[in-house]
């Protein structure tokens, strides 16, 4: 498999992850019933009309977490 199928493979389990802990988030915040499901059907349509927005966005919060990931493995180098 290249690194584009792995790379797409990651930011499609990163935005599923992303909205299955928001939809979570959500149902057990202290709000009426009514009021959650709302906010729910809004988030759902943004996530329809704007696709690539979010999978963008995904993609860079992925860059960013790889990054940091990357730092702490390299530990504190020593100076030169």
Excluded: C, H, W
Aim: proline letters at 5%.
């Amino acid at each position: 498999m290249s690194d584009d199928g792995n790379a797409a493979g990651f930011g499609m389990g990163l935005l599923i992850g992303a909205v299955i802990g928001v939809a979570l988030g959500l149902l057990y915040a202290p709000r009426p019933g009514s009021e959650t499901r709302e906010i729910i059907r809004e988030k759902a349509a943004k996530a329809k009309e704007n696709p690539e927005e979010i999978i963008e966005e995904a993609r860079e919060r992925a860059r960013n977490i790889i990054e940091d990931a990357k730092r702490k493995a390299a530990g504190p180098q020593e100076q030169e």
